[in-house]
């Protein structure tokens, strides 16, 4: 005895029922100014998760959210629920609807990424960075969203600005933080079916756009949100990310240029990725030591010394054991001509002292 699979338009039809059901609950609560029935309607946000679970677990293809009615549906339901909420402000408190705002805008956010993971995943090889990049396109960009001055002139964010940019959107800035830097150690850049080019592939284009995101987001965030970082201790992390993606960018270079295969004993014991790092690290020294100079900020002239130091000690403890290797010599040469420039345009920020006035 064959069993019967579940209809393709099942989902479609739960959404169907729910925003349905939902409707015609509010328009009795109003005609009747029943308070109770109004209440009820904050199921629509459980009822829409139950039904996107459900789509995800059951026995048919991979949940994709704009199939079957569902580019239709799901839009509908989103109108609808932040109609809804708005209805709801006058029989619900603020603490109730500021959850269903928080789990809404979870919920939403899920589906339009499933939904981008699956597209940009067709666009190439089951092994490239497309479907890595489609994980993160809606969240990145939700960022953007909450921290537009349009928006933030507009309802909900005028009543709920505190629970979308610091309740709802902090997971979704620590996701998006853990996946750069996991994505930098783990994926080599495969951008199949074009090819690899530094900075304008589909991988290292979305761990730059993410580091914008962030940083929008954190100088929108509320001072009395408790993962607002201070400005210094915000600038030193975005650093430390900055060069460990460029640092990526250049170990995927020698990756796909250089044929080094793409692991870590292998690029340890590459001679040209040891050169290639060396350039790359004493060079963003020089230039944030220059910056320090310009800006007279010991500080920051401090970390670009402390970086052009590791490369140094790096030298001479990795470099120096290719004996006469051609990029033992690039390398040497190459900081020596860094170390240089320092010394002429880079000396150390004259300490600031404070004058009396008379």
């Known amino acids: 005895m064959e069993t019967r699979s579940i209809p393709e338009f099942f989902t479609a039809t739960l959404v169907t029922i729910v925003i349905t059901t939902s409707l015609l609950v509010i328009i009795i609560a109003r005609w009747r100014n029943w308070q109770q029935l109004g209440l009820a309607s904050l199921f629509t946000v459980p009822a829409l998760i139950l039904t996107g679970l459900l789509a995800v677990v059951g026995p048919t293809a991979p949940f994709l959210p704009s199939a079957y009615l569902g580019w239709l549906l799901w839009p509908a339901a989103l109108i609808w629920h932040l109609r809804l909420l708005h209805i709801q402000g006058a029989w619900s408190s603020q603490g109730q609807r500021h959850i269903m705002h928080v789990l809404g805008f979870w919920f939403f956010l899920l589906l339009a990424a499933r939904e981008g993971q699956v597209r940009l995943g067709l ?41 979308y940019l610091a309740t709802a959107c902090t997971p979704v800035a620590l996701y998006l933080f853990g996946w750069c830097f996991l994505s930098n150690i783990v994926s080599a850049g495969n ?13 290292e284009l979305a761990q730059w756009m993410i580091l914008g995101a962030l940083l929008l987001w954190w100088r929108a965030l509320p001072d009395k949100a408790d993962l607002k970082l201070s400005s210094q201790s915000a600038h030193a992390l975005g650093s430390l990310m ?117």
């Not at 960075?129 to 964010?157: D, E, N, Q």
């Not at 951008?191 to 991988?203: I, K, R």
């Open 191 to 203: 951008a199949s079916p074009l090819p690899y080019l530094p900075l304008f592939n589909p991988l």
């Open 242 to 358: 900055a060069l460990a993606l460029l640092t990526g960018m250049v170990l995927r270079s020698c990756h796909h240029f250089a044929g080094v295969a793409w692991n870590g004993s292998a690029l340890f014991d590459s001679r040209l990725t040891q050169a290639a790092l060396s350039i790359t690290w004493g060079f963003l020294g020089v230039l944030t030591m220059v910056f320090g100079n310009r800006r007279a900020s010991r500080n920051v002239w401090a970390a670009g010394a402390i970086l052009l130091g590791i490369v140094v000690v790096k030298l001479f403890a990795l470099e120096l054991a290719d004996h006469g290797g051609l990029y033992r010599i690039v390398s040497f040469i190459g900081v020596g001509m860094l170390l240089l420039a320092v010394g002429y345009f880079a000396p150390v920020p004259v300490k600031s002292s404070s004058v009396p006035t008379q």
């Open 123 to 163: 666009l190439g090889d089951p092994s490239s960075s497309w479907a890595l990049l489609g994980w993160i396109l809606a969240p990145a960009f939700s960022l953007w969203l909450m921290t537009s001055s349009f928006l933030a002139k507009r309802w909900p964010l005028t009543e709920f600005r505190h629970s």
